[in-house]
């Protein structure tokens, strides 16, 4: 269980939130889909994210958009945040990427990613 926040990113694999939680400095709930979301799960995350600030982090390929077109109709108020198309993949973008990104969302992020080359 773990200790709620005010902010939840939502993620497809366990790999993207190892990633994300590296740059991270800020308490943030982070959620995996593994790549798809059945109904009764979805239900139950609309009903548990209910007034927080949530985002959503894709792939940048066919099933990170079915996933976050999927997300957009359930959650309309949600920030979708994008890595650039040529990283593909949140898991393996540049840690100094994905700072700058969730810099931008207002996320606080460790120092260090912050001002590589």
Same mark, same amino acid.
């Given at each position: 269980?773990?200790?709620? =926040?005010? &902010?939840?990113i &939502?993620?497809?694999? $366990?790999?993207?939130k190892?990633? %994300? =939680?590296?740059?991270? #400095?800020?308490?943030?709930? &982070?959620?995996? =889909?593994?790549g =798809?979301?059945?109904?009764s799960?979805?239900?139950?995350?609309?009903?548990?994210? @209910?007034?927080?600030?949530?985002?959503?982090?894709?792939?940048?390929?066919?099933?990170?958009?079915? $996933?976050?077109?999927?997300?957009?109709?359930?959650?309309p108020?949600?920030?979708? +945040?994008?890595?650039?198309? #040529?990283?593909? @993949?949140?898991?393996t973008?540049? %840690? @100094?990427?994905?700072?700058? &990104? $969730? %810099?931008?969302?207002?996320?606080?992020?460790?120092?260090?990613? +912050?001002?590589?080359?």
């Amino acid at each position: 269980m773990s200790i709620q =926040t005010d &902010i939840v990113i &939502i993620v497809e694999g $366990l790999s993207d939130k190892k990633r %994300l =939680t590296q740059v991270i #400095k800020d308490p943030v709930d &982070i959620i995996c =889909t593994n790549g =798809t979301i059945g109904l009764s799960k979805l239900d139950e995350l609309i009903e548990e994210l @209910e007034g927080r600030d949530i985002f959503i982090l894709a792939d940048s390929d066919p099933s990170g958009d079915r $996933l976050r077109k999927q997300l957009k109709r359930e959650f309309p108020m949600a920030r979708h +945040l994008y890595i650039d198309r #040529k990283f593909r @993949e949140v898991a393996t973008a540049p %840690l @100094e990427h994905l700072a700058q &990104i $969730l %810099l931008r969302a207002r996320i606080d992020v460790h120092a260090q990613y +912050l001002y590589k080359g």
